[in-house]
Each structure stands twice: as structure tokens, then as C-alpha cells.
């Protein structure tokens, strides 16, 4: 401490500067008149000036004012009763110039020990002011980080649910184009078995003794035309049905991807209901229990989260909750039944 203080008045003293006016004998002005601060001892000594004052009272008031703040800019404080640096007058010197303007000097004594730990104690708090600002600056990375983790699986499911109903388009397209294809051949069939009919009545022979062999005949002829045509007609009736089946798996996926976003979106409805003014960012994520993305307005130095859903129509929403320049709630919109600003 002691050497601290040497080294401080050493500083002190090339600091000094005289302030003579031209009508004064420097001869008759204390030595202390003649310098801004110097150290004597243990304690630091600052001297304030009010040169052309009209009254002594004027000039003795503002002269007390500058030395307190010579005394303010040396310790670096913007209030020195504030951080409990007592200062005591030590000593004032007045002389009045030829036109009776007067020049006051006044002369403050501070003790050098409570300075140094004043100045110390400022430098804690920038430390610990620092360290405040640095573990803010992390804690609004992992916020980043988890909105841009939640805005990348929200981008996820929808291109899920793109390809989904994609498939889901192209499906019920074929179905269409093979259903057409499908009764395009069941009308070649009827054509096809009509023609057959025609064909045997037309070769039906009159004699009774040749008749059932020639029923015979068409008969087996016919038969065998068919039986390509029929399992045509349940190869592409297994086919249709298979397709059928894999639409309305994907129909049911979903609807029930649509029925998890819409259960999020009404407990996210009944949570904002119970955001009041006042709370802060941890009791809001509390309530709330979703990631949310973050917005910070840097010239108004507030924020916001906003918390998006779907509901099982599709509809998407957006519960925005708006913070003070102090981290807690000041505004809220989106929420059903409920908002405040």
C-alpha cells in the first residue's frame, strides 16, 4: 500500500501545473495554489480554482465544486459521497484582481488508503460485470443453438409431411388411371364374352345326336378365353388393393403426425394463459416447457420468444412473448383469450 501510494504521488506531482493570473503575487499565494494535486503523507490533496467570481461566497462555492470534481475524474467515480470517499477542506486562499473580480482557491484533503480501495472495489465490480456479460453471451449461444435445433426439426417434419401427401397425390392418381384401365378391360370382357355367345348360337347344330358334343365343344373354347381375362381382373383387383392399403397407411401417419402438433398447439394455449407480467425468461420457459425462438431488439434492448404451432386443420400460430430491457415480461400476443402490452 505504502509503495502504491509513492508511486501515486510521484505521478501526482508531474501532473501539477501552476494557474497565476497576471495581476497576483505569486510570492503571496501558498505553495499549494500553484499545483492540481500532490500527496503529502498519507493522504491525497486536490485543489480546486474559481477564477473572476464577483462575490467571495460565489467564488469559495464554485471553487469547492471543481476541486470535487478534479477529485471525481482522479478516482474514476462519478459520485465520491456515493462510494463513501469522504473528502475534508483543508485550507482556501482568495485575492481579489485589480477590477474586483475575485480568485478562490480551495484546497481538499482525501485519505490516499480509502481511495486505493475504492479504486480496487471498481475494478471488482468491472470484473464481475465483465464475467456477467460473458456468461450472457453463452447462455444466448445455447439459445440459438436450441432454436436452430427446433427450427431444423420443425423444417424436418414438414418436408416429411410434403413428402407425405406428395406420395399420397401420386398414389390416388394411379389409382384413378388403373381404376379407368380397369374398366376399359372389363368392357373388352363383356364385348369379348358377348361375341362368344354369339359365336355358339350361331354354330348350334339341329340334330339332337350332335348337339351335346358341340355344347361341349364351345363350351371348353369359352372357358379358356376367359380364364386369362379373370386372372387379369384379380391380379389387378390385388394390386388396387395393395395400393389402397399403403394410401391409407400414409393417410394415418398423417393424421396422427397432425393430432401430435394439434395436441402441442392446445397445451401450448392452456400454458400462455397463465404468463402474467413480471416473470422472468427461466419462469416463462417453465410454464411454457418448449423451446422457443429468441429475437433480441438491440437498439430498445428488448426480446422476444415465440412459440409456433399447427393445429390438426393444418392452421399454423404463432404465442409471442415480449421482454423489458430487464428480462422480464412486458407484452403478450397470440394467445387465445389473452394478451397484454
Not at 175 to 197: G, P
Amino acid at each position: 500500500m505504502k509503495i502504491f501510494i509513492f508511486f501515486l504521488g510521484m505521478i501526482l506531482t508531474f501532473q501539477s501545473f501552476s494557474i497565476v493570473p497576471c495581476w497576483a503575487e505569486t510570492n503571496e499565494r501558498p505553495f499549494w495554489t500553484k499545483q492540481s494535486s500532490f500527496m503529502e503523507g498519507e493522504d491525497l490533496f486536490v485543489v480546486g480554482i474559481a477564477l473572476h467570481a464577483e462575490t467571495v461566497e460565489e467564488g469559495r462555492k464554485r471553487a469547492f465544486e471543481n476541486a470535487k470534481v478534479g477529485l471525481m475524474n482522479f478516482a474514476q467515480v462519478t459520485d465520491v459521497e456515493a462510494k463513501g470517499l469522504v473528502s475534508e477542506t483543508k485550507a482556501t486562499f482568495e485575492e481579489t484582481n485589480p477590477i474586483g473580480m475575485v480568485t478562490v482557491y480551495h484546497l481538499l484533503r482525501v485519505p490516499a488508503k480509502k481511495l486505493v480501495e475504492i479504486q480496487g472495489h471498481l475494478q471488482e465490480q468491472t470484473r464481475l460485470q465483465g464475467q456477467a456479460f460473458e456468461k450472457s453471451q453463452r447462455d444466448l449461444q445455447l439459445v440459438q443453438q436450441a432454436v436452430v435445433s427446433r427450427y431444423q426439426r420443425l423444417e424436418e417434419q414438414n418436408r416429411q409431411i410434403q413428402e407425405t401427401l406428395d406420395s399420397m397425390s401420386r398414389l390416388q392418381e394411379s389409382l384413378r388411371e388403373k381404376a379407368l384401365r380397369f374398366e376399359h378391360a372389363h368392357t373388352e370382357v363383356e364385348q369379348l364374352l358377348q361375341q362368344l355367345s354369339a359365336k355358339v348360337k350361331d354354330t348350334q347344330p339341329t340334330s339332337t345326336s350332335f348337339a351335346s358334343p358341340a355344347m361341349n365343344y364351345n363350351s371348353t373354347k369359352k372357358k379358356s378365353m376367359a380364364e386369362p381375362l379373370l386372372r387379369r381382373f384379380k391380379d389387378t383387383e390385388n394390386k388396387l388393393d395393395a395400393q389402397a392399403a399403403q394410401l391409407k397407411d400414409l393417410s394415418k401417419r398423417a393424421k396422427v403426425r397432425l393430432t401430435e402438433e394439434d395436441e402441442r398447439a392446445r397445451a401450448l394455449e392452456k400454458r400462455c394463459k397463465y404468463l402474467v407480467r413480471g416473470m422472468t425468461r427461466e419462469e416463462v420457459g417453465q410454464i411454457m416447457s418448449e423451446p422457443a425462438e429468441q429475437y433480441l431488439n438491440i437498439p430498445s434492448k428488448t426480446s422476444s420468444s415465440k412459440y409456433r404451432y399447427m393445429n390438426k386443420r393444418g392452421a399454423t400460430g404463432i404465442i409471442s412473448v415480449g421482454f423489458a430491457y430487464n428480462e422480464l415480461v412486458d407484452s403478450l400476443d397470440g394467445c387465445p383469450g389473452k394478451s397484454f402490452h
